[in-house]
């Protein structure tokens, strides 16, 4: 009875709010609330339900499924709802044929181009725009499989690690991992997926002479890293990529930064156990070696 009562207040409220206004606040969130809200009031209900509802929320989000591939692609897999469902959330990592598509965002503006420049207009110093970059900048790599419909975002919505300073001192390294979580097939070792954006800060000249500081996005790639730092090969690639699509998701972002910090520690205990090992062999080997080397000694003089 209470629902009932909450759900007819919020209808009577909204009445208030025209159906154009209630969209442009729903678009602003993200799919939990939107299935939260559907369930507020049969106006939020329609407006959810409603796919050109969803579609222009991911034309927000994602300015790549503006294309016509990109559309087609999301309309045979299951529609820009379950798009927006499956692409939002990031990895957790936790628990357990394609296409790609890149979005990478600046100040909530998208960039589907994979050389850009941008104007600076507040940022003075390399450590004011480190910060803005860290802060602003988004980036989102969406595995499709045609065959089954299935999808994921292999990249974290904020950077989770960088370079300054690197190669040059105008360029900035942006990391957005996701860990994949571990698998048999890997010694039960999780996998980082590594989607890391260069960006390059120069001056270019002007019309009267003078010069304006710009940025530009020159490379965006992904690899996947195992625990010791080392690329995988193809078929190790292929199996994981398929595991990934039913892999646990999240939309906090602090989850997604502890299971990277989680991974880089194990990794850091790997190596140093791993050289540890190493330089064990390597003193047998020497003490061993010596050992023979003075029992030949001995032979031969007696």
């Excluded at 050389?115 to 988004?138: C, D, F, P, R």
């Excluded at 990529?241 to 602090?254: G, Y």
Aim: with cysteine.
């Amino acid at each position: 009875m209470e629902m009932g009562l909450y759900a007819e207040g919020v209808d009577h409220e909204r009445r208030f709010l025209s159906s154009d206004l209630l969209g442009e606040i729903l678009s602003r969130v993200d799919a939990l609330t939107l299935a939260k809200a559907s369930c507020a009031s049969s106006e939020f209900r329609r407006l959810c339900a409603s796919e050109a509802f969803w579609e222009r929320l991911c034309n927000l989000r994602w300015p790549s499924t503006k294309q016509a591939a990109a559309k087609d692609l999301i309309l045979q897999t299951g529609g820009y709802r379950k798009f927006c469902e499956n692409c939002h959330p990031c990895l957790s990592g936790t628990g357990t044929a394609t296409v790609e598509h890149c979005d990478y965002v600046e100040d909530d503006e998208g960039i589907t181009a994979v050389a850009i420049q941008t104007e600076l207009s507040s940022v003075s110093s390399a450590e004011g725009l480190w910060k803005a970059l860290n802060e602003n900048m988004t980036v989102s790599w969406i595995l499709v499989n045609k065959k089954t419909g299935r999808m994921v975002n292999l990249a974290s919505w904020k950077p989770v690690d960088g370079l300054r300073h690197w190669p040059c001192d105008g360029d900035f390294v942006l990391q957005f991992g996701t860990v994949i979580p571990s698998t048999e097939r890997l010694r039960n070792h999780a996998v980082h997926c590594n989607v890391a954006a260069k960006v390059r800060h120069f001056n270019v000249g002007t019309a009267d002479g003078g010069c304006k500081p710009v940025i530009g996005v020159t490379e965006v790639g992904m690899k996947l890293e195992n625990i010791g730092g080392a690329r995988l090969n193809g078929r190790e690639s292929v199996a994981l990529l398929d595991k990934v699509l039913s892999c646990n998701r999240t939309v906090s972002f602090s989850t997604v930064l502890h299971s990277h910090r989680e991974f880089h520690r194990n990794r850091v205990a790997w190596k140093t156990e791993r050289i540890r090992q190493e330089n064990q062999r390597e003193l047998t080997v020497a003490l061993i070696s010596g050992v023979g080397a003075f029992l030949c000694l001995c032979y031969c003089l007696s």
